[in-house]
Structure formats: structure tokens, C-alpha cells
């Protein structure tokens, strides 16, 4: 077998030599002479499964012996009427999520169960009540059968919503002027002339990532601590497993641009001083429906960084989604439960127009549902690039309003700011729009609809009626050009407003970055500047205002009192408290002593260290504080998992970290173990450089919740538990979402079969648990006396 292809691997990999060859284990039950029954070929649109809708690419993809991954949705639906009903934000995201979460908890548990029994592999989605899975066309077919199922829909991946074009990335740190977008829409008026620059609200987007210290960014982070900490549980979540250590990151710069339009400093963002936090629910270029589900749940009720505990009185009071594609329903639900949880949403109209041609907007956007934002230029005009109605979903109307998506200069990763062009740049401008409204009025956060009233009667109409509708709300434009001053001033002002400034009680000097929660009437959170400055309208009532940051105690002010249009300052002083030593020593997955780990104390400035030799680490001055302690091995990191425990600091502090096997998502863990080779028996029928073929497994073989009776071998070193793929040559690094999936990658690389070498397998029984490679070859197990089974192909 030799290398091809690749010029950068001009080796060769004779498979006479042990010292380079590969072999891949399988295991399967102890007992095997019962195969699993071979799936039914029958046609999947039946008289029986007439009252499941099956999505016809679905029936497609399993056509033919194939197999996808789709969903099951259930037809039980949560009432989310208590939501819908209360008047609090925080009350209607915590009536919604703990409704939905229910409804699911009641109606799967019959689903999960049959599929647990069929060993199909799942993952379950509360926000649609929805179940995950991946099969053959007889699972479809069965699933088609169950009276609780109202569909069957693949798995789909959406675009984040391509921009038109984009100019040079400048590396400058500020931008020169207010960008036009701001202006056009007359943000900068708001501020001016309301002192609001959207203080205590909180923007969310579902995206490709945020760089969240991007100089125009990190000060409005939830996560910001102050004083250089940071705290990523509950502020940022990667549904998409691709930032580490629990690190917001961006691999595209979308989500990052997104972002400053909404919050940026430096006049590039509409609401600077709102605070954002994110999900990532895009892969890069793309956003799969399970990452985008994902992300929708944790918007609803954010996570800490592992998924747990979830807090749905965090959830933002807005969030922006500007990605999309097709005209399906999907992602119907998630809007209907965050409008009833009170999260205010905007959506991309899409970029499909041509300037002409009338019902080109895309989904999510095109739902009646959702609150969908075109594009125009700096000079007034309607985008060539702008999606128009009406909607191919419904026939509703498509864009619901118009803003600036031309030429929109933001911020971009590597903290530098790039222009780029679609309907991905506008909608961020709404949501920093909604942004201003709510902090003018407080009464209106989680009120929908009066934020939508307020954006449509302030909006510029525009008379463009060429695909329908009316001069002042048409498919063309929507309710016309954003103008958010018009919105602001028609706002219910009952209001008043609290300012103050915090600062260190031994010097007086001002602290930045301080967090003050607000609990009381319409709680809100906003931090201080940089001159330790902080501003916030609140609805008349009685507040505790409470203040933290990263080496100060927390100081809370009980039974503050505001009445209506009063202007009240509350100054606070905060006492710096001792710091102190946490040392310890890291242990791997043997109990022995791990150089090269990465130690670092979250939700603090203090630098991270590397373990040396001995294992041993000292983080000199540490805050006194609760906090979490992180640990993660140096590449490779073999089978040692990173390491997270809370740390409570009130003295100096000795810890023994043992980190943990590395566990994927479905539980499967990794461990240290000895290996014999294990010669081959039977040639698998391979040849040349692109080959592949399917062999029939002695016993059934459990992969990720799923029964494989075949796998294919390949000439490039992979086992394919899906289908016989070739051209499978470039080794991607692992865990990917893309191509090829349901695999083993044993001997992975650019490989090509000549006439010394062969692609052999090895399956034998053992009597004993303890010698696996003992026992006899055969080429079926069926001995009653078997304690294991296993398979060996090697290259």
C-alpha cells in the first residue's frame, strides 16, 4: 500500500511491516448466532404511514439500503399560554422553559424507550419536542408507523447568511466617524437626545462565535468580570463542540460582525451600551439544524459551559439570527417558545434577491412568525441582494422592515473590523434598535408586539408595492427604513433613571467593568465604564442593587426606591480583598504525575500556568473568591480529559487535580491499554488507490446506539459504518461534522493498495474475558461458552 496524492506525504507504508500497519477492533455480544432481521425494503408511503408527514428528501436519502440522520418530531405540543401570560420577562422565560421542558419529559419517554430497545442511538430536543436519530429506511418506516409521531424530517444545513462581498480587513483599533449605518437609522440621536445608548439590555446572537475581547466588544460582555476576569458559563455556548476550554471563539467572523453592529464600541454598534452574550450555533460556514436546536434551547435557559444547571432568568431580552436557507418551517417552534418566553428576534431576509424578482426571501425569515429585516444602501436604495415576498412558506409579507446591509463596517476576529454586504448586516441593526426601545422603556422588555409596533409605525415607508402589499407596508421593503428616533420618542417614558459611580474604598479610584444586578420591579444588569460609571431606566419601584467584580467584595444596596421620571444617584465604594496561593499537582487518567497541563483559574485576570515535570503548579496571587478550576492536558493529550471543579478561595489552597478520560457526547470514554497484533485470516477484496467494499460482520456490532450488521473497509485505512465511500483520502482532525461520519479511522491517510500488500480480517471467540486475542479464528461465533467477540481488520 503505498502514499498518494498528497505532495507533502511521500512515504510509503509497506503493510509487511507491523511497526507500520493497523488493525481496528470491533467488539459485538458475547452470544451472536442471531443476527439482527435485515430492514425491509418496502415502500415507506403506505396506507399505514399516511398520517406522518415523511420530507421527501428523507425518503430519498434511505432509498436504496442508504442511511441519514433525521428527526422525529412528536405531535404533542406544549401549551405555552402560562408564558404568553405573565408580565415579567423573567417570569414568561421561566413559565415557557419549565412548560416545554415538561411536555417533553411526558411524551418522549415512550419514543426514547423503543428506540433504546432497537439500540437506535438519539438526542432528544425539548424546545420542539423532537427526537435525533440516525437509520435505514425500515427505521423510517417503522417510526412512520407510531401513532405519537407527527414527522419525519432530515437533518438540514443552513448557510449563515453569505455576505455579498467583503472589502480588506483593517487592522486599525477605532474606527475614524460614526458608521452611516448609525446615522441612517439615527442611533446616534437616541443617544444624544435620550441618554440612551440601550443600558441594561441584553443582545444574544445565534451565530458562528464571537472574539469576545475584541477591543469594541469586551466591555459590554456579560462575561466580563472586571479587572481582566472573565466568566463564560451562562454568557457563551458552543453547541458546536468547536471552540476549547470553554472559550468563546469564531472561525468565521460572521457572528463576530454581527455582534459590533449590535453593541460595538467605536460607532460601529447601535446599542453600545447594552451587554451581549452568544451561542454558537453555526459549524463555520454553515449551521446545522441539531447546533442551531441547540442553540435555541440555551437561549431559552442558558447553560454553564458544560450544559448544565440551567437558568432561564438569564436568557437575553433579544436575539439575532442571521443565517438561513430554503422554505422550510423549521425553527418555527423555537421562535413561537422565545416570542413566549419574551425574547425579542430578528432574523436575515436573506440574499437570493436580484432586485426584481418578488418571493426570494428564505427561512427561518420567511415564516410569518418571525421578524425578518432586508437590506438597503447609503444611499436610500433597496439591495440588490435583499430577499423579497411574499413568503414561499405562507404567503405572509417578507421583509417585516428594512435597515442598513450595504458596505457595513464592523468588527471582525483578530480584534480588526472588515465591510461586507446581505441581509446578515441589517438585522443586527434592528436588534441593537429593539435594544434602544427597551432601555427607553423598560415596561416594554418581553413585550413583543409593542416592540414591533413601536419599529413598524416608526419606520420610513417606502412605496414599492411591485410584488404586493401596500405604500407603507409592501414585500419590498416591509414597514419601510428603520428610523429608531421615531420609535424611541413614541415609547411609553414611565420611567426613572439611576446613575452612579463605584470605586475602590482604599483609593477612590473609579472601577471599569463592575457588575451591578439589579433585583426589584424590572430587573436589570448593566456594568461601569471606564471611568467606573454606570446609567439605568427603571420602571418606578423598589430595587437591590448589588455590586461585584473580580477582587472586590460583593456590596449590595437593599429598598432602593425610584419614582417615576426621578433621576437618582447611587455612588458605591468597594473593599479589595486579600489574595492568596493556589498550588497542586496533576495526575493523568494512571494516577500519574502530567507535565505540560494548562492550569488556570476562571473568572480571573490571573495568567494560566503549565504543570512542570513533577506535575506540580503555583498560581502565586489569587483573589479571594468562588471560582473554577481548570485543567488541560498539552497535545496530545492521549486519553486525559480536561478537568473543571469549583474552587472556593479563602486562604491558601493545596489541590491534587486528576483529570478525567476523555468522554465523547454519547458517553463513550477513552482508557490507557496494551495492545497485541493480531494477524489477519481472510483478504478483504481491495485494490489500487480509491477502493472500497462492504464485508459482513460475524455479530452484530453496537456503534453509537445503532446495530451494524456490514461494515465497509476502505483502501485509505477507514472503517464506514454508513456506506462503502472512497476518496476519503485527506485525515481531517477528530471529532468533525463533516464527511465522512460513522466511522473508526484505524490506518487513516492518502493510502493506495499495490501488490505487497493486503487488507485482511480477523474475527475469532475467546472463552476468556482476559485474553482477547486467544481462542479460535472462526469466522462466526456462535459458542454458548463465548465471553467475547471480537473483529480484527488490519491494513
Request: overall charge negative.
Amino acid at each position: 500500500m503505498r502514499l498518494t496524492r498528497s505532495s507533502r506525504r511521500r512515504r510509503f507504508a509497506p503493510l509487511a511491516l507491523a511497526t507500520t500497519a493497523a488493525a481496528a477492533l470491533l467488539t459485538g455480544p458475547a452470544l451472536s448466532a442471531t443476527a439482527v432481521a435485515a430492514p425491509s425494503v418496502a415502500g415507506i408511503a403506505s396506507a399505514d404511514t399516511a398520517a406522518v408527514e415523511i420530507d421527501p428528501a428523507l425518503e430519498k436519502a434511505v432509498a436504496d439500503g442508504g442511511e441519514a440522520t433525521f428527526f422525529v418530531v412528536l405531535k404533542a405540543k406544549a401549551d405555552l399560554a402560562q408564558g404568553r401570560a405573565k408580565k415579567d420577562k423573567n417570569a414568561k422565560a421561566k413559565a415557557t422553559y419549565g412548560a416545554l421542558r415538561s411536555e417533553a419529559n411526558r411524551t418522549q419517554k415512550t419514543l426514547t424507550s423503543y428506540l433504546d430497545a432497537k439500540k437506535v442511538g438519539h438526542e432528544d430536543f425539548w424546545i420542539t419536542n423532537s427526537v435525533l436519530v440516525t437509520g435505514d429506511e425500515a427505521l423510517v418506516e417503522d417510526l412512520a408507523k407510531r401513532h405519537d409521531v407527527a414527522e419525519l424530517v432530515q437533518e438540514k444545513h443552513y448557510a449563515v447568511d453569505v455576505p455579498e462581498g467583503e472589502n480588506a480587513i483593517t487592522e486599525d483599533a477605532t474606527t475614524a466617524s460614526l458608521e452611516w449605518g448609525i446615522t441612517a437609522v439615527k442611533a446616534d440621536q437616541v443617544w444624544s437626545q435620550h441618554a440612551d445608548r440601550g443600558e441594561g439590555v441584553v443582545i444574544a446572537n445565534v451565530d458562528s462565535g464571537v472574539q469576545y475581547d475584541h477591543p469594541a466588544l469586551v466591555g459590554s460582555y456579560r462575561g466580563n468580570d472586571g479587572n481582566g476576569a472573565f466568566t463564560h458559563d451562562y454568557n457563551f455556548y458552543d453547541a458546536t463542540g468547536t471552540c476549547t476550554d470553554g472559550v468563546p471563539c469564531d472561525n468565521n467572523g460572521h457572528g463576530t460582525h454581527t455582534m459590533g453592529t449590535m453593541v460595538g464600541a467605536d460607532g460601529i454598534g447601535v446599542a453600545p451600551g447594552a451587554t451581549w452574550m452568544a451561542a454558537k450555533g453555526c459549524e463555520a460556514r454553515e449551521c446545522s439544524d441539531s447546533s442551531l436546536l441547540k442553540a435555541g434551547q440555551w437561549i431559552l435557559a442558558p447553560t454553564d459551559s458544560n450544559g448544565q444547571n440551567p437558568r432561564p432568568e438569564l436568557a437575553p431580552d433579544i436575539v439575532n439570527n442571521s443565517w438561513g436557507g430554503g422554505h422550510t418551517t423549521f425553527y418555527q417552534s423555537t421562535v413561537e417558545a422565545w416570542t413566549a418566553a419574551g425574547i425579542f428576534h430578528t432574523f436575515s431576509a436573506g440574499n437570493s434577491g436580484n432586485g426584481v424578482t418578488c418571493s426570494t426571501a428564505e427561512a427561518p425569515g420567511s415564516q410569518a412568525t418571525s421578524y425578518a429585516v432586508g437590506a438597503f444602501d447609503i444611499n436610500g436604495k433597496i439591495s440588490n441582494f435583499s430577499g423579497f415576498g411574499p413568503s414561499l412558506v405562507d404567503g405572509s409579507m417578507v421583509p417585516s422592515i428594512a435597515a442598513p446591509g450595504v458596505d457595513v463596517r464592523s468588527t471582525w476576529p483578530g480584534s480588526s473590523y472588515n465591510t461586507i454586504s446581505g441581509t446578515s448586516m441589517a438585522a443586527p441593526h434592528v436588534a441593537g434598535a429593539a435594544a434602544l426601545i427597551m432601555a427607553a422603556a423598560p415596561s416594554l422588555v418581553g413585550d413583543i408586539q409593542g416592540v414591533q409596533a413601536l419599529l413598524n409605525d416608526g419606520a420610513t415607508d417606502v412605496d414599492d408595492t411591485h410584488c404586493g402589499g401596500t405604500a407603507d407596508a409592501n414585500n419590498v421593503w416591509g414597514e419601510g427604513k428603520l428610523n429608531v428616533l421615531a420609535s424611541v420618542e413614541a415609547a411609553p417614558k414611565q420611567a426613572g433613571t439611576v446613575t452612579g459611580t463605584v470605586t475602590d474604598q482604599a483609593t477612590g479610584a473609579p472601577l471599569s467593568g463592575v457588575t451591578v444586578d439589579i433585583a426589584g420591579t424590572s430587573p436589570r444588569t448593566v456594568k461601569t465604564g471606564s471611568d467606573g460609571g454606570y446609567r439605568v431606566h427603571l420602571l418606578p419601584g423598589t430595587y437591590a442593587f448589588t455590586l461585584r467584580g473580580y477582587g472586590y467584595a460583593t456590596r449590595t444596596l437593599a429598598d432602593v426606591e425610584l419614582a417615576d421620571d426621578q433621576v437618582l444617584t447611587q455612588d458605591v465604594s468597594l473593599t479589595a480583598v486579600p489574595v492568596h496561593a493556589v498550588t497542586g499537582t496533576v495526575l493523568d487518567v494512571v494516577g500519574e504525575p502530567l507535565a505540560g497541563v494548562r492550569v488556570a483559574v476562571t473568572g480571573t485576570p490571573v495568567a494560566a500556568v503549565t504543570t512542570d515535570a513533577g506535575g506540580g503548579f503555583t498560581l502565586p496571587e489569587v483573589a479571594e473568591g468562588d471560582y473554577t478550576l481548570t485543567a488541560s492536558p498539552a497535545e496530545p493529550v492521549l486519553c486525559n480529559g480536561a478537568y473543571a471543579a469549583k474552587l472556593t478561595i479563602d486562604g491558601d489552597e493545596n489541590t491534587t487535580v486528576r483529570l478525567p478520560a476523555r468522554t465523547d457526547r454519547s458517553g463513550h470514554s477513552c482508557a490507557p491499554t496494551t495492545y497485541a497484533w493480531v494477524a489477519g485470516k481472510n483478504r478483504v477484496a481491495l485494490s489500487g488507490d480509491e477502493d472500497a467494499t462492504t464485508v459482513a460482520l460475524p455479530f452484530p456490532v453496537d456503534f453509537y446506539g445503532v446495530t451494524y450488521n456490514n461494515v465497509a473497509v476502505t483502501t485509505n485505512g477507514l472503517l464506514n459504518f454508513l456506506s462503502p465511500r472512497v476518496g476519503d483520502y485527506a485525515n481531517d482532525a477528530l471529532p468533525s461534522n463533516a464527511v465522512p461520519n460513522g466511522i473508526v479511522a484505524a490506518y487513516w491517510d492518502d493510502l493506495a493498495l499495490d501488490k505487497k500488500s493486503t487488507v485482511m480480517t480477523a474475527p475469532w471467540c475467546s472463552t476468556s474475558p482476559t485474553d482477547p486475542c486467544g481462542g479460535s479464528r472462526t469466522a462466526t461465533c456462535t459458542s454458548a461458552s463465548s465471553t467475547s467477540t471480537r473483529a480484527a481488520p488490519s491494513w
